[in-house]
């Protein structure tokens, strides 16, 4: 039987990753937490054999979260569960040293499969991360990054928009006038060849971790 605490800050999936485990023979959720903080107690209480967490929790992110387990229990193997399939997000997590990385929206067989190589100390990628990585790798879509570049000020504002904040709240943080955040807005909208601000704002949140 695998052991494995998962670590995810939205009770719904927690729920229904629970329940579709019940009656697993092989796999059991000894424990879920919804921050990184409650993940590491988890972990000291329960050593289990894998750890599923998410990137993108409150308190502290997957990625802190991995390392200190890493550092401390280094024979629990972490799996990373996120909705960020961005190589930067994916390579922060493999140097924190999780064992795999799996997508939010591959399904629950994607995450049996991962589970088991991960328990066993193998790698497992996700079928789509891992093509990212490739394309990554071999640059055949840098044409299309090369599109979307944003400035190092721009990425500041991304960054900020992410954590939901408002055009003159952004311009409060950085010194600059609500005219030039709107300005550097409709650039970045023109740039990522996006629709509208509330575009901006989903593309912020579900890429953040390309502006770090």
Known sequence: MIKVVFAEDHQALIDGVESFF??????????????GKELLDLVEKLKPDVVITDIRMPIMDGITATAKIK??????????FSMFDQPKAVNQMLAAGAHGYILKNSGLKIMIEA????????????????LNLEKDKSGRNKKRQKKGVLSRREKEIMLLIAEGKKSIEISETLFITKYTVDTHRKNMIRKLGLASNTDLMKIAVERKYEFE
């Open 22 to 35: 019940e009656y697993n023979k092989n796999i059991e959720i000894i424990g879920t937490a919804a921050n």
């Open 71 to 80: 550092s401390k229990y280094p024979n629990i193997n972490v799996l990373a």
């Open 115 to 130: 589970i088991k190589a991960v328990a066993k100390g193998k790698k497992y990628f996700d079928p789509n991360v891992l």
